[in-house]
């Protein structure tokens, strides 16, 4: 989830290619839990306690290093050991893979566990099992894309799940089936300790995806800006830090199940996004809507995130409620602090990150797309 590349479908096609099948037993979505507050703990009452993140080197996994260790715990990250990240020099390291070498994890024990870094169920299956008895909370990473597809708007941690995987091809569904079956591993094997987050697309300072980052990058060149699709489309996004602290909340208070986690709120829709994303960014933008989905999937492009072809099995994508999250304490900040840190971060890589983002439509496709829309719009089609 964390690291999604740019194009959503490119992302999901390589997402394993599992078609996993859940046992009958556990098909259906596992009851939400009761819905009650989760208890803010200051940091002085956690100081001794520690934290296992299976992760914690890609886009969400360094956010919640430091929310954690500012929050007072002892933090261990379980990973390959391939990726160099700044991360605090009392972090524990960790080396091994999720794919059976697990004995960096024997005979060690702590209060929490945030599963960061998993697609694959018999990873989770593995570790899950393996950490059991030596953990307090396990708490699973999962996606709203266990919904997919989404033939219906108003999705809520109550509604079923899709999973199995009936078309080979369609990498969505195959990466939500086999989030699904993460998520029934981890409440069959841990119950009430088990906790589960399903964030929609995550965003902010650190994403290297760069989705969202390609609209305040993108209004700062200011000039005639392609709007994609229609004015009330709905757009969800949640940024990173609200997600991780939300996870962190979780984990240090009594309430357990399935949780959405979506913003913004109130509900968005891309002309408000583009509206005050033009006003943080503060250029001379205009803007040029376009609404022609066939032009978008000729190009590859379904969407320009946080705006996605809401069209077919995503019909629903933008419109998961999280009612559930905000009444146990999801907070979420204002979409211009995203904008302006995500910009104000990016803008600081290296000239060489930044000349190489990968910007799901470039400034030629742009281009092209205006020019074909007012080509259109001359002639009356």
Not at 63 to 74: M, S
Not at 193 to 220: A, E, K, M, N, S
Not at 329 to 351: K, M, Q
Request: hydrophobic content about 40%; glycine content about 10%; proline content about 5%.
């Amino acid at each position: 989830m964390s690291d999604r590349p740019s194009n959503r479908r490119g992302f999901l096609g390589r997402a394993l290619g599992l078609s996993t099948v859940i046992p009958s037993a556990v098909s259906a979505a596992a009851p939400a839990g009761p819905t009650t507050e989760v208890d803010r703990v200051d940091a002085g009452t956690v100081a001794r306690k520690s934290l296992l993140i299976l992760g914690g080197t890609g886009f969400i996994g360094p956010h919640l290093v430091r929310r954690a260790i500012e929050r007072g715990y002892r933090v261990s990250i379980f990973t390959r050991g391939q990726k160099t990240v700044d991360l605090p020099a009392q972090v524990e390291r960790l080396v091994g893979d999720r794919n059976g070498k697990l004995e960096a994890l024997v005979g060690k024990r702590w209060d929490a566990v945030i599963d960061d870094s998993a697609t694959n169920p018999e990873w989770v299956r593995q570790s899950a099992e393996l950490l059991r008895d030596h953990v307090g909370r396990y708490l699973f990473t999962s996606s709203t894309g266990v919904y997919y597809p989404y033939r219906s708007r108003g999705l809520n941690e109550a509604d079923m799940v899709h999973t199995v995987a009936r078309d080979p091809k369609d990498g969505s569904e195959s990466y939500g089936t086999n989030k699904a079956a993460c998520e029934a591993i981890v409440q069959r094997v841990f119950g009430d300790r088990g906790l589960v987050v399903r964030p929609t697309y995550i965003v902010g300072p650190g994403d290297t995806t760069d989705r969202f980052t390609y609209w305040p990058v993108r209004l700062q060149r200011g000039g005639d800006v392609l709007a994609p699709g229609r004015p009330d489309d709905a757009v969800q996004f949640i940024d990173v830090r609200d997600l991780t602290a939300f996870m962190m909340m979780l984990v240090e208070g009594k309430a357990s199940g399935i949780f959405n986690a979506v913003g913004p709120r109130p509900p968005m829709t891309v002309r408000a996004f583009l509206e005050i994303a033009k006003e943080t960014v503060g250029r001379d933008v205009t803007y040029t809507w376009v609404d022609n989905d066939a032009a978008y999937v000729a190009l590859g492009v379904d969407g320009i995130v946080p705006w996605i072809l809401a069209r077919g099995n995503d019909y629903g994508h933008t419109s998961i409620v999280t009612t559930r999250s905000i009444a146990v304490g999801l907070t979420l900040r204002p979409v211009t602090e995203t904008l302006r840190d995500t910009l104000a971060w990016f803008s600081a890589l290296p000239e060489a990150r930044q000349a190489s983002a990968k910007w799901v439509i470039t400034a030629e496709q742009e281009r092209t797309l205006l020019a074909a829309h007012r080509a259109g719009a001359k002639s009356g089609v």
